[in-house]
Structure formats: structure tokens, C-alpha cells
């Protein structure tokens, strides 16, 4: 789709009117938090999902026939921003709903927690949103600031203090790479809009050492944003060390924000050089389906196998994108969105079994759950079936789409890796679901989440079901994001 850029200031703010809104309220429920008393304040909660629904309804209704660029080429808007600044905004309130129990329970239940939520959500829909470097980086560092004081929002806890300091200082770095990439590549095309750039390249300049230079340093940054191996090992630590409803969050939307940087920088102002990307990409989606699966077996801590999880599924997301074709990008996508549907319920049962003084975080923990409630025991169930990758669930069609993506390039033994570490990576997931079956329980006391926490998880897992037995109208929103 060809960009129009649109000179009007007006026009860009209609166009940013989520991000102005999102950020707005943000200011208006911290103001509102220093105001009300502890009694009163679940209704910061309330407040911050309306928040996000009103954000959410904000974007969809926006009139979009063309991929357009405004505020100085600065900001742009097109099919996938939208549909993944709504898959962003969703999430988020879904985070904060599966939050709440938790949160209460441990005498946490603070402002502080959704408003950094809020704040690293606008962070995302900047990043989606960015046409130029600035943007890029201001949505990027927006995001990472809170997550970082998510982190260590429980201040009891060294543990998650230890685990902020390793967040912030391998951050920090990764952010320093990214920028130094950045400065690279504008040195040598003179220009920070992504559209541009692309442009220089397309004129011949893609083979220049010093574009080759600033590629390595920004795909570094990426490796480090996405978890990638050899950049990933801050996530096992970060994921055991934070507070469960923390590691809710981070193990969910902020993949939306990772991928569209990916998406934004290499497939929009760095086509001209994919040969080169490609080609580290590989490294970094091989080395991380073998690490991520093979590690996750030896785990004894739930969230530690997740993190694990998490580090080999990204290996299959990049392999869409090196994959350099619309049928790779709509597949990577796909993959990123169900990822984040069913990341988003596998740690929301984590906190439904939580309780006070006990998180639930063991492999352990879950022994016997079909004793208990047969209900969840199901929904655990198929959640793991579906980070298997097995049919009818939706993960089967995502790692069937980035497989037939990298076979239409030709890299059938790309395929075959994939295949095999899909097959180890099944033994750790089914191995939770043996031990909710057919192991004794250790802990018989009752399920005590909220009814609407409960429904929404039940809700999360059947979506994932049905869209996995209709994945049609997914698989079309993908397609029309990227033509």
C-alpha cells in the first residue's frame, strides 16, 4: 500500500486520537489515585479497563482506506497498526482484570500498577504507530520504563528488585545497541523516516558496509526486545523474580511491541537489504527454537518453563519474517497475536491458583487440578495443547503458516528444524497436562478467584479453541493488514 502523507497538524491529531486519549487518562486516574482512599480504590481498575475499552473502540472506528503518514511523517497509520494496537489495548485490560485478585490478596492493590500499565500500553501504540526512528525509539523506551518499575512494584520482595536490576541494566543496553544501529543507518542514508530510508536503499545504497554495520546493531536490539537467544537472558530471571500479575503482563502485549518494531524497521525501511537480515535472523530463530525447547525441559518452575516457552516460540515468529514475503509476514503475525491470546491465559492460571502468601508457580502446584476443578483443569489443558501446537487448536495453524512460509523460500531444512523442536517442545507442555490428570493433588483447597476473573479466563481459552476450529477470519485480518 502506497503511504500518503497528509501536511495538516489537525489531521494528525485525529489520527493519534487513541494515543492522546490513552495517555490523557493515564495523567487523570493518577490524579485520581492520589485522591481516593484504600477503600475506594478498585476503582482505579475500573477506571483503567474503561480506559482501554474506550481506546480500543477509538482505533477501530478510525476511517482507514489508505496506509497514511502524518505529524511529519512521524507517526503512521495503516491495516496492521490497527488491528495490533486492538489486540494491544485488549490484552492490556484483560491483564488488569486477571490482576486485580491478586493484587488484593497480597495487599498490592495500588495506582501505581495500572497507570504504569497504561503508560506502557501507549508506549506500544506509539511504537506500532512509528514512521521514523524518533518514534520508534520514544515508543520503545515509554514501554521499557514502566516495565521496569513494574518489575520491582512489590518492594517486600528482593527477589523482584534483583530482577528489576537485571531488567534495567540488559534493557538499557539492548536500548544503547538499538540506537547506535540507528545512528549507523542514518549516517549513511541522512534520513530518520523509515519511508525514506527505504527509498536511499532502493537506489542502490543497501550493499553499503556501513547499512550492513548498523543492520547487525539493530537486529541486536530486536534479539534483545524479543528474547531472542544469545540475547534472551534476562526473561527466565525477569519472569521468575517479578510478581505473577507482572510477568502476566510482560509475557504478553509488550510481543505485540517487539514485533511491530521487527516488522517497522526491517520488512518497512530496511526491504532493500533483506538478504542481509535474513541471513542473521536465521541464527537467532535456530538458536532459539533449540535453546528455548531443550532448556524449558529441565524446569522445575512454571513460570521459568514459560519464559523457556516464550524464547522458542519468538524463533518460530522470526522465522515468518526471515522468511522476507507477505505470505512470511501475515504467517509471523498470526503467530504473534495467538501467541499472546494463549501466553495471556497459561500465566492467568498461574494467578488463579495463586493465593495469599502462595503463587502457585511450581510444576507442582498443578498436580490433580482435574480434582479440584475439573472446569480449569480443561482450560489449562487447552492452552498447553495449544503452545504444542496441536490440531484443532489455534497454535497448530500458527506454526503451520511460518513452516509453509520458510519451505516457499526453499529453506526446507529451516522446516524440518522447526518440525523436530516442535516435537520436543510438546514433552514439557503434556507434561502438564499428566500431571492435572493423572497425579494426586497436593493441594485440595478450592479454586477462590473472582466470578468475573473466572469467566473472562474461560472465555480466553475457548477463543482459543474456536478461532483454532475457524481460523479463517484471523488468518483474512492478517492478510489484510499486510497485502
Not at 476503582?43 to 503518514?69: C, D, E, H, N
Not at 525477569?238 to 509475557?251: D, K, R, W
Not at 524446569?299 to 516460540?313: E, F, G, P, V
Request: hydrophobic share 55%; aromatic share 10%.
Amino acid at each position: 500500500m502506497i503511504p500518503i502523507s497528509i501536511a495538516s497538524f489537525d489531521a494528525g491529531l485525529k489520527y493519534a486520537r487513541p494515543e492522546i486519549f490513552l495517555g490523557t487518562a493515564a495523567c487523570v486516574i493518577l490524579l485520581i489515585d492520589l485522591a481516593v482512599a484504600q477503600a475506594q480504590r478498585h476503582w482505579i481498575g475500573i477506571l483503567s479497563v474503561a480506559a482501554l475499552l474506550v481506546t480500543a473502540i477509538l482505533i477501530g472506528v478510525q476511517p482507514l482506506t489508505m496506509r497514511v503518514l502524518v505529524l511529519g511523517d512521524m507517526y503512521e497509520l495503516d491495516r496492521m497498526a490497527q488491528v495490533l494496537k486492538i489486540v494491544a489495548v485488549i490484552t492490556v485490560g484483560i491483564v488488569f482484570v486477571y490482576s486485580t485478585d491478586y493484587l488484593r490478596r497480597r495487599d498490592l492493590f495500588k495506582g501505581e500498577y495500572f497507570v504504569l500499565g497504561l503508560f506502557a500500553t501507549l508506549g506500544i501504540l506509539v511504537l506500532v504507530s512509528a514512521g521514523s526512528f524518533l518514534t520508534l525509539y520514544l515508543g520503545l523506551e515509554l514501554m521499557s520504563l514502566c516495565l521496569y518499575a513494574m518489575v520491582a512494584f512489590d518492594r517486600t520482595s528482593v527477589r523482584a528488585a534483583e530482577s528489576a536490576i537485571k531488567f534495567f541494566v540488559l534493557g538499557s543496553l539492548a536500548s544503547g545497541t538499538l540506537l547506535y544501529g540507528m545512528s549507523i543507518v542514518y549516517g549513511a542514508t541522512g534520513s530518520l523516516q523509515l519511508g525514506e530510508i527505504a527509498l536511499v536503499l532502493h537506489h542502490g545504497l543497501s550493499a553499503n558496509i556501513g547499512v550492513v554495520f548498523g543492520i547487525a546493531f539493530l537486529i541486536v536490539g530486536i534479539g534483545f526486545k524479543f528474547g531472542a537467544v544469545p540475547f534472551h537472558m534476562w526473561i527466565p530471571d525477569v519472569y521468575e523474580g517479578s510478581p505473577t500479575c507482572v510477568t502476566l503482563f510482560i509475557g504478553s502485549a509488550p510481543k505485540i511491541a517487539a514485533f511491530a518494531l521487527t516488522m517497522r524497521l526491517l520488512t518497512e525501511g530496511l526491504d532493500a537489504s533483506q538478504p542481509d537480515w535474513s541471513s542473521m535472523l536465521i541464527v537467532l530463530s535456530v538458536l532459539s527454537m533449540a535453546i528455548g525447547n531443550v532448556v524449558a525441559i529441565a524446569q522445575s518452575n512454571l513460570k521459568r518453563m514459560l519464559a523457556y516457552s516464550t524464547i522458542s516460540h519468538v524463533g518460530y515468529i522470526l522465522l515468518g519474517i526471515l522468511a522476507g514475503t507477505s505470505q512470511g509476514y501475515q504467517a509471523a503475525m498470526f503467530y504473534t497475536i495467538t501467541y499472546v491470546v494463549v501466553a495471556t491465559g497459561s500465566f492467568g492460571m498461574i494467578v488463579l491458583l495463586s493465593r495469599q502468601g502462595f503463587e502457585a508457580d511450581t510444576l507442582d502446584d498443578f498436580r490433580g487440578l482435574n480434582a479440584r476443578s475439573p472446569w480449569f483443569a480443561g482450560m489449562m489443558a487447552i492452552f498447553m495443547f495449544s503452545l504444542a501446537g496441536l490440531p484443532p487448536f489455534i497454535g497448530f495453524y500458527a506454526k503451520l503458516g511460518v513452516i509453509q512460509a520458510v519451505l516457499g523460500v526453499g529453506n526446507v531444512w529451516l522446516a524440518v528444524l522447526a518440525v523436530l523442536f516442535s516435537v520436543v517442545g510438546a514433552f514439557y507442555y503434556l507434561r502438564i497436562v499428566k500431571l492435572m490428570y493423572f497425579d494426586e493433588a497436593v493441594d485440595a483447597s478450592p479454586l477462590d478467584g473472582s466470578a468475573l476473573m473466572r469467566a473472562v479466563l474461560s472465555a480466553n481459552a475457548l477463543l482459543v479453541l474456536v478461532v483454532g476450529i475457524v481460523p479463517a477470519a484471523l488468518l483474512g485480518l492478517c492478510k489484510q493488514a499486510l497485502p
